[in-house]
């Protein structure tokens, strides 16, 4: 079998480093281009990276040459990942698909539109078969915070519940390589991250939506949320409340027990055994503890007809570079990489 070709732009960045990480062994999935901006291009990848991975450089990487964002230098792959900066990914984007090159992309912009599927893949896979009668495909990650705290709502989010509310300790890399300088973070909680309150229940109510031939209908989501930004390297956090009556916590733990939506498709390397792994112990789960594609869950409880649960995720690679290529293996397990 002929690999997938793929090409990585925002290589050189947090999400872009993972990326080339995951993909360095990939079983069927090749990365044969590398892209940066302007003032990196024509470099050796190896000379422009300030690489952070605890791991080498993969030695197929370290020599390449950086090329363009133009889609005149991606014309021979078969994807485009991106882990484009916002502000410049639409116009890049955009430029790729109309000149017939398939992209899956962790940027914000267009994240809403509805005729744009929004994947996380162990909750809405199917939002994919939207692009069934696409020549070009364009698919969008959501958010890193949305991509975690949106996992155990895969239940409750049908329940007669009044109210969801959410407060996120977000992890630095979040903000990526410049986002935050160490003087303002270190010893230091930000009360507010911008567009992110915003956004998270915005991308929930459309992960959550329905499809309707190639759109996808909003489904209408209660929802309040406050995000911080803590000063942990990688992670993201929540403390959920959900306010609801007559609600079955064993029933639940049953669920989040049995949810393993992908096992159907063979030859996902990325998917996780069991996507929410719940803890039992007061004390877990903790981010030295949690690095990866699942979602972990902790100090669950129901009390006065309160759901109480506490989300970890690791923003990195469930937030962003994993589920980037957990898309495309499903998309390759669902026939739609052509
Ligand atoms: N960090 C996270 O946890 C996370 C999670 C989910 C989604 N995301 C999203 O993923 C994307 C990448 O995030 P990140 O954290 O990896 O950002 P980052 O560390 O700032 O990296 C940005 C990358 O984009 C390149 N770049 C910058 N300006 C460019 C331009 N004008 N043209 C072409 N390339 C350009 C940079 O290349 P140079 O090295 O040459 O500057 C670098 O490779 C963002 O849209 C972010 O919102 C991030």
């Known amino acids: 079998m002929s690999k997938i070709r793929v090409s990585l732009l925002g290589s050189t960045g947090v999400v872009g480093q993972k990326m080339v990480r995951i993909l360095e062994d990939h079983p069927y999935i090749e990365l044969v281009k590398v892209s940066a901006s302007e003032k990196n291009k024509g470099k050796k990848y190896g000379d422009a990276v300030k ?51 398939n992209v899956i992309s962790n940027a914000s912009p267009l994240r809403m539109k509805s005729d744009i599927p929004l994947i996380n893949p162990e909750i809405n896979y199917e939002h994919l078969y939207m692009l069934e009668d696409k020549e070009v495909k364009y698919v969008k990650n959501p958010n890193c915070t949305t991509t975690i705290m949106s996992m155990p709502l895969f239940d409750i989010i049908n329940l007669d519940y009044e109210r ?40 929930i109510s ?43 916590l064993d029933n639940f733990v049953r669920n989040v027990n049995r949810f393993k939506p992908l096992s159907k498709f063979n030859g996902l390397t990325m998917a996780p055994e069991r996507p929410i792994v719940l803890h039992e112990k007061n004390d877990e789960p903790q981010v030295h503890d949690v690095s990866g594609m699942e979602i972990h869950i902790g100090r669950l409880s129901y009390n006065d007809n309160i759901l109480r649960m506490y989300i970890l995720g690791d923003n990195l690679i469930r937030g962003a570079a994993g589920i980037t290529v957990l898309t495309l293996e499903l998309m390759h397990a669902m026939k739609l990489d052509n």
């Open 51 to 101: 690489w952070v991975e605890n791991s080498k450089i993969p030695e197929k990487i370290v020599d390449m040459e950086l090329v363009s964002t133009a889609p005149s230098d991606h014309k021979d792959v078969d994807f485009v990942l991106s882990a484009l900066p916002s502000e410049v990914a639409e116009g890049i984007e955009t430029r790729l698909v109309s000149s017939g090159i």
């Open 206 to 248: 459309k992960i959550f939506g329905y499809r309707s031939n190639d759109r996808i209908i909003n489904r209408n989501i209660k929802m309040s949320v406050t995000t911080l930004r803590v000063p942990v390297a990688v992670d993201h956090a929540g403390v959920m409340y959900i306010n609801m009556k007559n609600f079955d």
């Open 164 to 203: 969801i509310y959410l407060t996120t300790m977000q992890a630095v890399s979040g903000a990526g390589f410049s986002g935050l300088p160490y003087m303002a973070i270190n010893n230091n909680i930000i009360p507010y991250i911008n567009g992110e309150e915003e956004k998270i229940p915005a991308e």
